[in-house]
């Protein structure tokens, strides 16, 4: 491969968090490129593309992937995975399945996050702590 890429965008996303009207668009969204996207990655691997390849994602398209069956066969040749809608005190499950399927976990941290929070975030995390 010729090219490396630092990011690979995943097309916009148009979810306004409280907004029932656009939840069965984004439903429909995800499924169509979550599969694509997906393709891609083990196109990638299999052109030996070396670089970790880690996903942004939301929670309710890997929910869908985990009841297809166990998490790294849908998630072959990604690295590590950043849910954005899911904080580490509810990741439980998330955690578990990575672990399981040897996939990074990355959580979020800010400005504000607390000193008390930081420890809990930090081990949830096995990749890196993605500070916004």
Do not use: K
């Amino acid at each position: 491969m010729t090219h490396a890429f630092d990011i690979i965008p995943h097309p916009p996303n148009r979810i306004p968090t409280a907004s029932a009207r656009q939840i069965p668009i984004t439903v429909s969204y995800s499924r169509h490129w979550t599969p694509h996207l997906l393709q891609l990655v083990q196109r990638l691997r299999r052109q030996n593309f070396s670089l970790p390849i880690v996903l942004f994602t939301y929670a309710n398209p890997l929910l869908q992937l985990a009841e297809q069956g166990p998490l790294g066969d849908a998630l072959q040749g990604v690295d590590g995975i950043l849910v954005t809608d899911l904080p580490p005190e509810e990741a439980g499950e998330h955690i578990q399945r990575c672990r399981d399927a040897g996939i990074d976990t990355i959580f979020l941290a800010a400005p504000t996050t607390t000193a008390t929070r930081l420890p809990r975030i930090a081990a949830a995390t096995t990749g890196f702590v993605y500070y916004v």
